[in-house]
């Protein structure tokens, strides 16, 4: 039984989550110092070891010499060792709160350490790839790389700062793959309403959660292009703005009030196959995309319409885009029988989803 059934009555209870406060724009992260303080004086900051360098005099000068700082650099993977490890660390540092900056990885492993120790957690994502930054779930790997779970945390980040200069000068790519996990919201939102599915924290939607997700997908198809051609200019503009701020808010709390279905089903089945390791998940979610529009049996005039979009944007569409040039049988049903696994996300959908279909449908994006 979901927490949504313990109400008294026939109606669901509903709910959303958020994340304490969301702050967006050129040079953002210069509030770094003056959003720790609010928690204590003693801050420690977790710096994804990709961007390392190219940040760490920002933050030493954002926080100026008013606040004590300690700055240790993330080991590249969102493990329990490595949580456990920078625990012990901050712990030691008595600190009042933790900051993460980087990638999803290096933010999820913060948020993790932070509610772990019980403290407030500031997140700076550095790229829009995804909508992981604002949500109250770290996804955990082994030590080997594959996946191991999704931690649900006590509380959604209190802080988020997206700095749009650092985000817009990182490779286009990553703002193309957030635009494919943003597109994905919308559509397993409708799908979770139509079936009845509650979000990922047990309960249904309130009506502002599907509210955001339909201005999620209404940003991206308008401003996409745009963002990306910015992007690629290495320039901060109007569209980059708006689609950062679907990529990683807007998508983030539709995503996490709203309820996820096949995209991110199909995703989760894509990810067994090594060969998709080097794509990005917002790609191999363009590809889950597609997939659930076929099981949805949708218009091909409505299928067209999403397709194009991220050709436009340029994300894959084909299988052979992430990694796979020849889909057998036997590596289509591998990814099918982790999608369809009992009481996974593919069941929100409001069709039975069965592996056979999942084939299907991948075989026709091959
Ligand atoms: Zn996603």
Do not use: W
């Not at 709910?15 to 110092?33: D, N, S």
């Not at 933050?59 to 700082?69: K, R, V």
């Not at 919201?185 to 979770?192: F, P, R």
């Not at 569409?317 to 040039?325: A, H, K, M, S, V």
Request: with cysteine; hydrophobic share 40%; glycine share 10%.
């Amino acid at each position: 039984m979901s927490v949504g059934e313990t109400a008294l009555g026939h109606l669901p209870l509903r709910a959303v989550r958020f994340p304490g406060k969301y702050i967006q724009g050129p040079g953002a992260i210069r509030l770094l110092g003056a959003e720790a303080k609010r928690f204590g004086s003693r801050a420690f900051c977790i710096l994804d070891r990709g961007i390392a360098e190219a940040l760490r005099q920002k933050i030493q000068s954002a926080f100026g010499n008013q606040s004590e700082l300690s700055i240790v650099t993330h080991g590249g993977n969102c493990t329990m060792t490595e949580i456990a490890s920078l625990e012990g660390h901050a712990s030691k540092y008595r600190s009042d709160c933790i900051i993460g900056l980087g990638g999803g990885k290096a933010l999820d492993t913060s948020k993790a350490v932070a509610n772990g120790l019980n403290l407030p957690c500031m997140v700076v994502p550095t790229i829009a790839a995804s909508d992981a930054p604002c949500s109250a779930l770290a996804i955990i790997y082994n030590e080997d790389g594959s996946l191991d779970r999704a931690m649900h945390l006590a509380r959604n980040p209190d802080v988020v700062i997206a700095d749009t200069n650092i985000i817009s000068a990182a490779p286009a790519r990553f703002m193309a793959a957030g635009i494919g996990d943003g597109l994905a919201t919308c559509i397993e939102a409708n799908a979770c309403r139509a079936s009845g599915a509650d979000n990922t924290f047990g309960f249904q939607g309130l009506e502002l959660a599907f509210a955001i997700a339909r201005l999620c997908e209404d940003t991206l198809f308008e401003f996409g292009a745009r963002a990306m051609a910015e992007c690629r200019e290495g320039a901060c503009g109007v569209a980059t703005e708006r689609v950062v701020e679907a990529n990683i808010l807007l998508s983030g709390l539709g995503f996490e009030s709203c309820g996820v279905a096949a995209a991110h089903g199909i995703q989760d089945g894509l990810c067994e196959l090594e060969e998709t390791h080097s794509s990005l998940h917002g790609e191999k979610v363009a590809i889950g995309i597609l997939g659930e529009l076929l099981l949805q049996e949708v218009e091909s005039r409505t299928f067209n319409k999403y397709k194009s979009f991220m050709e436009k944007i340029g994300l894959p569409t084909t299988l052979r885009q992430i990694g796979i040039p020849s889909a057998t049988h036997d590596k289509l049903h591998q990814v099918a029988l982790r999608a369809c696994r009992d009481g996974d996300i593919i069941h929100n959908e409001p069709m039975p989803v069965t592996p056979d279909m999942v084939v299907r449908v991948l075989r026709e994006l091959a």
